[in-house]
T-cell receptor, first 111, second 113 residues
Framework: GQQLNQSPQSMFIQEGEDVSMNCTSS?????WLWYKQDPGEGPVLLIA?????ELTSNGRLTAQFGITRKDSFLNISASIPSDVGIYFC???????????FGTGTSLTVIP | DTEVTQTPKHLVMGMTNKKSLKCEQH?????MYWYKQKAKKPPELMFV???????INESVPSRFSPECPNSSLLNLHLHALQPEDSALYLC????????????FGPGTRLTVT
């Protein structure tokens, strides 16, 4: 299947720091999504992006749909301990029936 | 109610057993999905049901048999599994077949011995 590569693979940061992660693909996607998954739980949708260049915020989270439509970025400002988890990007093709998760970024916040 | 429930939470089965995973939602959603997630890996799509009809089967081996008896319920029947099938099995649902509107359940942790 399609490979969506996320970087970094893992992050260890101090509480209060800002976080940046990205997701790249060799293919174009029409929709980019960002999810957070806590241990023992399913992924929860954080932000959805539908248009190239779009910048969308959800509280302390901001995500951008790359101009090339082959990448997306997620920023978390002023991290807190409950931000700990695995963050997945996901891409949806223009046909709407091809959907792939990225490789994930594991975030650890040190109090 | 925006909840997708999955039972059981944990399941241990032998390679000769037959078992079933159950997923339920009461949000009136007409699309339901099964994913498989190995440890430290992203979820991988297995099946999509739309209006109780199988719409996508991502070349999943026949030892996994999905069933959608009604719009609220999705089952995954398991038979003659292999140890490498051990994983977290996630169910999701959405109003219509739109991946970007999925709600995920907490998953069933399956161990095949």
């Amino acid at each position: 299947g399609q490979q969506l590569n996320q970087s970094p693979q893992s992050m260890f940061i101090q509480e209060g720091e800002d976080v940046s992660m990205n997701c790249t693909s060799s293919s174009i996607f029409n929709t980019w999504l960002w999810y957070k998954q806590d241990p023992g739980e399913g992924p929860v949708l954080l932000i959805a992006l539908y248009k190239a260049g779009e910048l969308t915020s959800n509280g302390r989270l901001t995500a951008q749909f790359g101009i090339t439509r082959k990448d997306s970025f997620l920023n978390i400002s002023a991290s807190i301990p409950s931000d700990v988890g695995i963050y997945f990007c996901a891409g949806l093709s223009n046909t709407g029936n091809q959907f792939y998760f990225g490789t994930g970024t594991s975030l650890t916040v040190i109090p | 109610d925006t909840e997708v429930t999955q039972t059981p939470k944990h399941l241990v089965m032998g390679m000769t057993n037959k078992k079933s995973l159950k997923c339920e939602q009461h949000m009136g959603h007409r699309a339901m999905y099964w994913y498989k997630q190995k440890a430290k890996k992203p979820p991988e799509l297995m099946f999509v049901y739309s209006y109780e009809k199988l719409s996508i089967n991502e070349s999943v081996p026949s030892r996994f048999s999905p069933e959608c008896p009604n719009s609220s319920l999705l089952n995954l029947h398991l038979h003659a599994l292999q140890p490498e099938d051990s994983a977290l099995y996630l169910c999701a649902s959405s109003q219509e077949w739109r991946f970007y509107e999925q709600y995920f359940g907490p998953g069933t942790r399956l161990t095949v011995t």
